[in-house]
């Protein structure tokens, strides 16, 4: 079984159980966040250590302006020292798409990919009523928003015998393009959930970097979405809804605690050491005493 047949195969057990195209979109959704639940839990771990630590990467790179390899040297030695990967966060991120791009094949050519379950209900159902088992809450899980708009082509490719629509922008596009703004919507409030938790101490240019993604990623995906088949943006938007909730959740779970700064004293001498003591002269003591 192929990597595209393994979530046609679980399109399908899903659909078996429930009876709806687009709920067994939602499960197998779930399911795959459940699968990736344990590297997100590391992610997040591992980004609220990088934001205490902050302060100590802000001091080693005032420190080191002028040695890039010195700098490197000991920020690395920094995440080691509090388990920190600088680019763990990024894992759970790349993982999901290669089930974005199998999901995108399967909904737009469900017959291809469903040689091992050919003979199941959900194969059935294609065969005798397509156009039914693409329906859900009043979209066509086979069509994108850019063909109710009149700007891609009204054919639906997973079923070639249907349109998508009348080639022309119409009334009934509107779910889906409200669909592309929720997607579009959730992913920016995902970011921005993770940006009001940062710790304060960062760079300047690091806050600059993220704020400017959080802008960027969700126009880029909604660009991407409007030609997506509106499952395939359930599938994105159903996952943002989880992480959000599984971010609130890890958040208030795991108290923050303060940044990391490791504060050098001064000495109070100049050599480091306090100055010996000397002991009274025994001719005080006895002068003392006549007194």
Same mark, same amino acid.
Request: proline share 8%; hydrophobic share 45%; net charge positive.
């Given at each position: &079984?192929? $990597?595209?047949?393994?979530?046609?195969?679980?399109?399908?057990?899903?659909?078996?159980?429930?009876? !709806?195209?687009?709920?067994?979109?939602?499960?197998?959704?779930?399911?795959?966040?459940?699968?990736?639940?344990?590297?997100?839990? %590391?992610?997040?771990? !591992?980004?609220?250590?990088?934001?205490?630590?902050?302060?100590?990467?802000? %001091?080693?790179?005032?420190?080191?302006?002028?040695?890039?390899? %010195? +700098?490197?040297?000991?920020? &690395?030695?920094?995440?080691?020292?509090?388990?920190?990967?600088? $680019?763990?966060?990024?894992?759970?991120?790349?993982?999901?798409?290669?089930?974005?791009?199998?999901?995108?094949?399967?909904?737009?050519?469900?017959?291809?990919?469903?040689?091992?379950v050919k003979d199941s209900?959900?194969?059935?159902?294609?065969?005798?009523d397509p156009l039914g088992?693409?329906?859900?809450?009043?979209?066509?899980?086979?069509?994108?928003? =850019?063909?109710?708009?009149?700007?891609?082509?009204?054919? =639906?490719?997973?079923?070639?015998?249907?349109?998508?629509?009348?080639?022309?922008?119409?009334?009934?596009?509107?779910?889906?393009?409200?669909?592309?703004?929720?997607?579009? $919507?959730?992913?920016?409030?995902?970011?921005?959930? +993770?940006?009001?938790?940062?710790?304060?101490?960062? =760079?300047?240019?690091?806050?600059?970097?993220?704020?400017?993604?959080?802008?960027?990623?969700?126009?880029?995906? &909604?660009?991407?979405?409007?030609?997506?088949?509106?499952?395939?943006?359930?599938?994105?938007?159903?996952?943002?809804?989880?992480?959000?909730?599984?971010?609130?959740? +890890?958040?208030?779970?795991?108290?923050?605690?303060?940044?990391?700064?490791? !504060?050098?004293p001064e000495p109070a001498?100049?050599?480091?050491?306090?100055?010996?003591?000397?002991?009274?002269?025994? !001719?005080?003591? %006895?002068?003392?005493?006549?007194?």
């Amino acid at each position: &079984m192929g $990597f595209f047949e393994f979530f046609a195969a679980g399109l399908a057990g899903f659909y078996a159980v429930v009876g !709806s195209y687009g709920i067994a979109i939602i499960l197998l959704t779930i399911a795959v966040r459940i699968v990736l639940l344990p590297l997100s839990i %590391k992610q997040t771990r !591992s980004m609220r250590e990088m934001q205490r630590i902050q302060p100590e990467v802000k %001091k080693l790179q005032q420190k080191h302006k002028g040695d890039r390899q %010195k +700098m490197n040297e000991e920020m &690395m030695a920094l995440y080691k020292e509090h388990g920190v990967n600088p $680019f763990g966060g990024c894992l759970p991120l790349l993982l999901q798409f290669p089930v974005l791009i199998a999901l995108f094949y399967v909904i737009r050519a469900p017959f291809r990919y469903l040689g091992p379950v050919k003979d199941s209900l959900f194969a059935q159902a294609l065969n005798t009523d397509p156009l039914g088992v693409h329906q859900f809450l009043g979209l066509r899980l086979d069509c994108s928003a =850019s063909q109710f708009a009149g700007i891609a082509k009204a054919q =639906s490719e997973a079923v070639p015998a249907l349109t998508c629509g009348d080639g022309s922008f119409a009334f009934v596009a509107i779910p889906y393009l409200v669909l592309v703004l929720l997607m579009g $919507f959730t992913t920016y409030y995902q970011q921005k959930q +993770m940006q009001a938790r940062q710790t304060p101490g960062g =760079s300047d240019l690091q806050a600059q970097q993220m704020q400017m993604m959080g802008k960027i990623m969700p126009l880029m995906l &909604m660009f991407f979405s409007f030609g997506f088949p509106s499952g395939v943006v359930i599938y994105w938007l159903t996952t943002n809804v989880w992480t959000i909730g599984q971010q609130q959740l +890890m958040l208030r779970v795991a108290p923050e605690k303060p940044p990391i700064t490791k !504060s050098t004293p001064e000495p109070a001498y100049g050599n480091g050491n306090p100055p010996e003591r000397t002991k009274p002269h025994p !001719s005080s003591k %006895k002068k003392g005493k006549k007194r």
